[in-house]
T-cell receptor, first 110, second 115 residues
Framework: GENVEQHPSTLSVQEGDSAVIKCTYS??????FPWYKQELGKGPQLIID???NVGEKKDQRIAVTLNKTAKHFSLHITETQPEDSAVYFCAASRGYQLIWGAGTKLIIKP | GAVVSQHPSWVICKSGTSVKIECRSL??????MFWYRQFPKQSLMLMATSNEGSKATYEQGVEKDKFLINHASLTLSTLTVTSAHPEDSSFYIC???????????FGPGTRLTVT
């Protein structure tokens, strides 16, 4: 069935450096790719999303890129800050549902 | 905009009892609501999808008689865990979607502990 693979499972970066998280999807019909940030004990928060007719989208320090041919998309966070520490999930649409990646724990080292 | 609330944020109940969790879209009408379950250090697992005024669609392996979902209005969906057992202890999260859209907006989650 459809699945979304996410890497790495854990990412540790120095404060101020960039972080990149990658996802691949299998369903060529997927056309919506959101990224969520989840802090401990809280619900996921949508931080950025991209649709299949766009290759890149940016919002301040956060950007997402999409390669439809290769079926992968990535989250880029620049100038990381301590408050960026959280678990990040990617997802791909399947109809009106979302197929989720396994999550990446991002650790920002001071 | 697109704020979703859940109540309660945490609940402790005894084995054999039932507990109801509410999910509300506060500033928009949610045609579709989703219920997820999340175990520690794991991803979200979709339990069921509910559309206002119709029966929920449950994912494979989810007992519909145990996890009762009601979506009575465009702003409220409820999940009732019936005859709860310790293995039902988990973090339950709802999300809501706009009509015709695929975006999902999440509630803050409910921590259920069954003793």
């Amino acid at each position: 069935g459809e699945n979304v693979e996410q890497h790495p499972s854990t990412l540790s970066v120095q404060e101020g450096d960039s972080a990149v998280i990658k996802c691949t999807y299998s369903d060529s019909a997927s056309n919506y790719f959101p990224w969520y940030k989840q802090e401990l004990g809280k619900g996921p928060q949508l931080i950025i999303d991209i649709r299949s007719n766009v290759g890149e989208k940016k919002d301040q320090r956060i950007a997402v890129t999409l390669n439809k041919t290769a079926k992968h998309f990535s989250l880029h966070i620049t100038e990381t800050q301590p408050e960026d520490s959280a678990v990040y999930f990617c997802a791909a649409s399947r109809g009106y549902q979302l197929i989720w990646g396994a999550g990446t724990k991002l650790i920002i080292k001071p | 905009g697109a704020v979703v609330s859940q109540h309660p944020s945490w609940v402790i109940c005894k084995s054999g009892t039932s507990v109801k969790i509410e999910c509300r879209s506060l500033d928009f009408q949610a045609t579709t609501m989703f219920w997820y379950r999340q175990f520690p250090k794991q991803s979200l697992m979709l339990m069921a999808t509910s559309n206002e005024g119709s029966k929920a669609t449950y994912e494979q392996g989810v007992e519909k008689d145990k996890f009762l979902i009601n979506h009575a209005s465009l702003t409220l969906s409820t999940l009732t865990v019936t005859s709860a057992h310790p293995e039902d202890s988990s973090f339950y999260i709802c999300s809501a979607g706009l009509a015709g859209g695929v975006e999902q907006y999440f509630g803050p989650g409910t921590r259920l502990t069954v003793t």
